[in-house]
């Protein structure tokens, strides 16, 4: 499909999304950027997500993400804050990046201590999670307390051989639409820039990283690449393969056990580092 019908059937998709009970959705905008804050009832006031969508930087947006982000505040017990950047072709690199670092900078003028906060991000979102902190480290400005990516696209050079290896394992994206998507976002000439292609980057002074990744999928060799990155540049590094999962199976939210029991994993790695960085 073309970029236009992919966003047609991800509309067409929204109105079938229902928002789980004992959640508060509230839909603003900051720096006009849509945005929307996902608020499970009785959940922790300090800390908080800023979660990135996926949708390789040309899909993707809040109707898409909130069968996933709803279900994960309710898991984590805390408020999913869920940006809308603007999406490739018509603003391609580095305006999503550019609106990630907004959102940030956001939330720490807006009382939220770098310690409490916890950026996420699922495949493309994965990728701008990591391309977020590394800017945010260059430029001397407090990091978060970990960084999440669920499922991450990290080399659009697509040089990972399981792009080769899990083919025809793989149910939910081609190596072709990726390019596609790749040259929409950048031109091939920057996709080593580390802001694009993190997995390029220098890692040294990074948060604690978690990376979840099913063994069924093209990018398998994305998160592994990055994970091993991470560890010899002396990351705090955790990385979770599952065996026989499809990528950004989390994003099934409710409709699936696997997605409670990937977003309790991630709960305990938060909860884990938040604590180890308070004591």
Known sequence: MTIAQYRAREAQGAGFISVPKNLEVDQFEIEGIRAVWIKPSGGDSEKVV?????????TGGINSHQMMCGPMAQTLKTKILLPEYHLAPEHPFPAALEDALKVYRWLLTHGYLADNI???????????????????????EPLPAVVI???????????????FTQATAEVVLTTDILKEWALAYTEAANWHNPLVSPIFADL????PLFIQVGSAEILLDDARTLADKAK?????????????????????????PESKKAFEEIGQFIDTHLLKGKS
């Open 50 to 58: 800023l979660h990135f969508h996926g949708g390789g930087y040309v």
């Open 118 to 140: 916890i950026i996420s991000g699922d495949s493309a979102g994965g990728g701008l999670a990591l391309a977020t902190v590394l800017s945010l480290r260059d430029n001397n």
């Open 149 to 163: 990516c669920m499922s991450p696209w990290v080399d659009l050079t697509h040089t990972g051989q399981s792009h």
């Open 204 to 207: 040294h002074n990074f948060p």
């Open 232 to 256: 010899a540049d002396g990351v705090d590094i955790t990385l979770k393969i599952w065996d026989g999962m499809w990528h950004v199976w989390p994003a099934l939210g409710g409709l699936i």
